[in-house]
């Protein structure tokens, strides 16, 4: 949480759905942690907001709670714009709620930004006992429109969090967002560039996003007059090439504590699974130039997959972590290759990275077994320890490396990101094994 006085962006989401599905008490959870047991019908529209980070910048969140009532869609259509996402929310408990899904969503892209990013809520899983709608058929459902999909339960709190925040994380790197200013201040420099169609992307070439513009915030007294807060977009080049990379595999593999290490130096003895996506930043020197490394730990879990598959768009590098103790974990590698393939760049840079290597008194998986397998699917491989920092600054320098060399031999070709392809799928890397760690630059901070 933060003060209203200090963040980047404002971004509106909207709520949703068929009257007395749970809309405005996700609001409620979400904004104030409260729950009303007499919550009333919404009439027209109610919004509330919450200060969230996300990564090195401050989002205020403006979460709309639109009637659901036929009689208010007259007054609800015209919220629908501006805004950047939007939860689609029915009740588990009634199919006719799921059932008017579709409609609701022909109305959302009736009238909001072809490029708003969209959640169907499976609310109130706190009455599971009298379900009428599967998960596997909400979820087909999500997929198949290219939705993200979530169930919660604002009664007990349930993926509450989970589902707006990652709206919010999606939102921002669908506008391609990215920042290196002084703080969450009027005068933070900071950038928003739409990103292209999601057939767009995967037809492209693997290319770090340069920033194109920088984004001024007004305020209440500031130059362009009162008001909300709002981003004015002014072309100014800048210097730093932002390049997004997954950390993809089973849940407990120790992807978290690998960012973390790789971010912040940090280790959590006691960490939780993440829930959906979390993502952290580093700025690092490849070859003299400056690159600002977003990395993004996805969920190991089945029922996050409709959520996490959407961060593979726009990846230009992934690390494929399996637990070297745990052989499942490494025959799930497979799985989670042709999934990143089937929705990732396909010149995408690939490592097979086997974690925990200070378990090696416990190891299930051979290296040069692991090793074979990467050969044989063109992937680099390394072993690594988040717990003593073994080969994870080798492991994100080499990737990060990896992925400069092409761009710059794209450069040095002359050819446009339209017809450059790499010669091959393989990416040669030689490894050399370290310990070593080095000082961290950081982009943007909050002062």
Same mark, same amino acid.
């Given at each position: 949480?933060?003060?209203?006085?200090?963040?980047?962006?404002?971004?509106?989401?909207?709520?949703?759905?068929?009257?007395?599905?749970?809309?405005?008490?996700? =609001?409620?959870?979400?904004?104030?942690?409260?729950?009303?047991?007499?919550?009333?019908?919404?009439?027209?529209?109610?919004?509330?907001? @919450?200060?969230?980070?996300?990564?090195?910048?401050?989002?205020?969140?403006?979460?709309?709670?639109? /009637?659901?009532?036929?009689?208010?869609?007259?007054?609800?259509?015209?919220?629908?714009?501006?805004?950047?996402?939007?939860?689609?929310?029915?009740?588990?408990?009634? #199919?006719?709620?799921?059932?008017?899904?579709?409609?609701?969503?022909?109305?959302?892209?009736?009238?909001?930004?072809?490029?708003?990013?969209?959640?169907?809520?499976?609310?109130?899983?706190?009455?599971?006992?009298?379900?009428?709608?599967?998960?596997?058929?909400?979820?087909?459902?999500?997929?198949?429109?290219?939705?993200?999909? *979530?169930? %919660?339960?604002? *009664?007990?709190?349930?993926?509450?969090?989970?589902?707006?925040?990652?709206?919010?994380?999606?939102?921002?790197?669908?506008?391609?967002?990215?920042?290196?200013?002084?703080?969450?201040?009027?005068?933070?420099?900071?950038?928003?560039?739409?990103?292209?169609?999601?057939?767009?992307? @995967?037809?492209?070439?693997?290319?770090?996003?340069?920033?194109?513009?920088?984004? +001024?915030?007004?305020?209440?007294?500031?130059?362009?007059?009162?008001?909300? +807060?709002?981003?004015?977009? %002014?072309?100014?080049?800048?210097?730093?090439?932002?390049?997004?990379?997954?950390?993809?595999?089973?849940?407990?593999?120790?992807?978290?504590?690998?960012?973390?290490?790789?971010?912040?130096?940090?280790?959590?003895?006691?960490?939780?699974?993440?829930?959906?996506?979390?993502?952290? %930043?580093?700025?690092?020197?490849?070859?003299?130039?400056?690159?600002?490394?977003?990395?993004?730990? %996805?969920?190991?879990?089945?029922?996050?997959?409709?959520?996490?598959?959407?961060?593979?768009?726009?990846?230009?590098?992934?690390?494929?972590?399996?637990?070297?103790?745990?052989? *499942?974990?490494?025959?799930? /590698?497979? +799985?989670?290759?042709?999934?990143?393939?089937?929705?990732?760049?396909?010149?995408?840079?690939?490592?097979?990275?086997?974690?925990?290597?200070?378990? +090696?008194? =416990?190891?299930?998986?051979?290296?040069?077994?692991?090793?074979?397998?990467?050969?044989? #699917?063109?992937?680099?491989?390394?072993?690594?320890?988040?717990?003593?920092?073994?080969?994870?600054?080798? /492991?994100?320098?080499?990737?990060?490396?990896?992925?400069?060399?092409?761009?710059?031999?794209?450069?040095?070709?002359?050819?446009?990101?339209?017809?450059?392809?790499?010669?091959?799928?393989?990416?040669?890397?030689?490894?050399?094994?370290?310990?070593?760690?080095?000082?961290?630059?950081?982009?943007?901070?909050?002062?």
């Amino acid at each position: 949480m933060g003060s209203d006085e200090a963040y980047n962006f404002v971004f509106k989401v909207v709520l949703i759905g068929e009257s007395g599905v749970g809309k405005s008490n996700l =609001l409620s959870r979400f904004t104030k942690n409260d729950f009303n047991h007499d919550t009333r019908t919404t009439i027209g529209v109610e919004f509330s907001t @919450r200060t969230v980070q996300l990564g090195s910048f401050t989002i205020k969140a403006q979460i709309w709670d639109t /009637a659901g009532l036929e009689r208010y869609r007259a007054i609800t259509s015209a919220y629908y714009r501006g805004a950047v996402g939007a939860l689609l929310v029915y009740d588990i408990t009634k #199919h006719l709620t799921y059932d008017s899904v579709e409609r609701w969503l022909k109305e959302l892209y009736d009238h909001a930004d072809p490029h708003i990013v969209v959640m169907l809520v499976g609310n109130k899983t706190d009455l599971e006992s009298d379900r009428s709608v599967p998960s596997e058929e909400a979820k087909d459902f999500a997929e198949k429109k290219g939705l993200l999909y *979530l169930e %919660t339960s604002a *009664l007990n709190s349930t993926n509450v969090e989970a589902a707006f925040n990652n709206v919010l994380a999606v939102s921002a790197h669908s506008h391609d967002i990215t920042c290196c200013g002084s703080g969450p201040q009027t005068s933070s420099k900071c950038t928003t560039r739409q990103k292209p169609s999601r057939d767009q992307q @995967r037809r492209r070439p693997i290319t770090p996003r340069p920033a194109t513009g920088v984004v +001024r915030l007004l305020t209440s007294g500031s130059e362009g007059g009162a008001g909300p +807060r709002r981003l004015t977009l %002014t072309s100014q080049p800048r210097q730093w090439q932002v390049t997004e990379v997954v950390l993809i595999g089973d849940s407990g593999v120790g992807k978290s504590n690998l960012l973390s290490r790789f971010t912040r130096n940090e280790f959590n003895l006691e960490s939780k699974s993440t829930i959906g996506v979390e993502f952290a %930043t580093r700025s690092i020197q490849v070859e003299g130039k400056t690159i600002k490394a977003q990395i993004w730990d %996805t969920a190991g879990q089945e029922r996050y997959r409709a959520i996490t598959s959407a961060y593979y768009r726009g990846a230009v590098g992934a690390l494929l972590v399996y637990d070297i103790a745990k052989h *499942l974990t490494y025959e799930n /590698a497979e +799985r989670w290759l042709k999934e990143l393939q089937d929705h990732a760049d396909s010149n995408i840079v690939i490592m097979l990275v086997g974690n925990k290597s200070d378990l +090696r008194h =416990l190891r299930a998986v051979p290296t040069d077994e692991a090793k074979a397998f990467a050969e044989k #699917h063109g992937l680099s491989f390394l072993e690594t320890s988040a717990l003593d920092s073994s080969n994870v600054e080798q /492991a994100f320098q080499t990737i990060l490396t990896a992925i400069y060399n092409i761009v710059s031999q794209r450069q040095m070709s002359g050819r446009s990101d339209s017809d450059f392809s790499p010669a091959s799928n393989v990416v040669p890397i030689t490894v050399e094994p370290t310990q070593n760690s080095v000082n961290k630059g950081v982009c943007c901070q909050s002062n």
